[in-house]
């Protein structure tokens, strides 16, 4: 009886011992069915490459961004490619050459030359004071220069004051400046206004044909520059550098072009 006893708890031993080890497996078997969904979110959390495109456009090599986001990334002190505003009005006492050399050419077709160059010089009657000279230049964003001269160089004029203007400027005046300006002489019968044009801008159009006749019928003296006014130019409003100037081969030619489109303008 003993033995048949002990051999009966021997069995349950071993019954009880491989259900233990039974249920280990299968609590194993749980903690790897569990751990599945974890591996399956880790992956998920490391797929975002989106931002990566992202932050390539904002270093400009795909669309620039927008101006919430520009902003935004200005305060974290990153450079974003935005649009530029407006290129202001720019004055000085003396050009660059390669501006003078390039901008005031008095060439037939003025490719690529998006800036409008106007050197001048205020003389008041009878010399009392020295003549008032420098240079402006835009770029056809903001207001012109033949108007900015007017709010910048004779802010404070008075009809009372006698005075002298001359210009040199890279082309004539468009529609809406030589309206201004024909204005402006009707309006100040003591401001004389001269101006000698390295090209004329779209002679072609009546619009600028009758613009022009109405700035010479209020008082302007409009010329075209000669091969000398180029040097003239070149010796008072340009930051020479070292270097020297010859008027371009086919200078004289194209003065007379110019002149004769500004005679049959005029006539």
């Not at 009886?1 to 259900?19: P, Q, T, W, Y």
């Given at each position: 009886?003993?033995?048949?006893?002990?051999?009966?708890?021997?069995?349950?031993?071993?019954?009880?011992?491989?259900?233990s080890e039974k249920e280990k497996e299968k609590e194993k078997g749980k903690e790897k069915v569990v751990k599945k969904p974890d591996k399956l979110v880790k992956k998920q959390e490391k797929i975002p490459e989106q931002p990566k495109v992202n932050e390539e456009k904002r270093n400009g090599e795909g669309d620039?961004?927008?101006?919430?986001?520009?902003?935004?990334n200005e305060e974290n002190g990153e450079f974003q490619p935005?649009?530029?505003?407006?290129?202001?009005?720019?004055?000085?006492?003396?050009?660059?050459?390669?501006?003078?050399?390039?901008?005031?050419?008095?060439?037939?077709?003025?490719?690529?030359?998006?800036?409008?160059?106007?050197?001048?010089r205020v003389d008041t009657a009878g010399g009392s004071t020295e003549p008032l000279k420098g240079y402006m230049e835009d770029e056809h964003a903001t207001a012109h220069v033949e108007e900015a001269?007017?709010?910048q160089v004779l802010p404070?004029?008075?009809?009372?004051?006698?005075?002298?203007?001359?210009?040199?400027?890279?082309?004539?005046?468009?529609?809406?400046?030589?309206?201004k300006l024909a204005n402006i002489l009707k309006q100040y019968k003591k401001l004389r206004l001269c101006i000698f044009c390295s090209r004329?801008?779209?002679?072609?159009?009546?619009?600028?044909?009758?613009?022009?006749?109405?700035?010479?019928?209020?008082?302007?003296?409009?010329?075209?520059m000669?091969?000398?006014?180029?040097?003239?130019?070149?010796?008072?409003?340009?930051?020479?550098?070292?270097?020297?100037?010859?008027?371009?081969?086919?200078?004289?030619?194209?003065?007379?072009?110019?002149?004769?489109?500004?005679?049959d303008i005029l006539k």
């Open positions: 009886m003993a033995d048949r006893n002990s051999k009966l708890s021997v069995k349950k031993k071993v019954v009880n011992k491989a259900n620039g961004a927008t101006g919430a986001e520009a902003q935004n935005i649009e530029l505003p407006p290129f202001e009005i720019v004055t000085g006492e003396q050009m660059s050459p390669f501006y003078f050399k390039f901008q005031f050419r008095n060439v037939e077709y003025s490719s690529g030359r998006n800036k409008t160059l106007l050197c001048y001269f007017f709010q404070n004029y008075s009809s009372s004051q006698e005075l002298d203007v001359t210009w040199y400027i890279s082309t004539s005046p468009c529609v809406a400046c030589a309206a004329l801008f779209e002679w072609e159009q009546p619009e600028i044909v009758e613009g022009l006749k109405a700035m010479v019928s209020a008082g302007c003296k409009l010329r075209m000669k091969p000398s006014d180029f040097l003239l130019v070149w010796e008072m409003y340009v930051d020479k550098e070292g270097q020297s100037f010859t008027p371009w081969e086919d200078c004289q030619e194209n003065y007379e072009y110019y002149m004769e489109k500004l005679a």
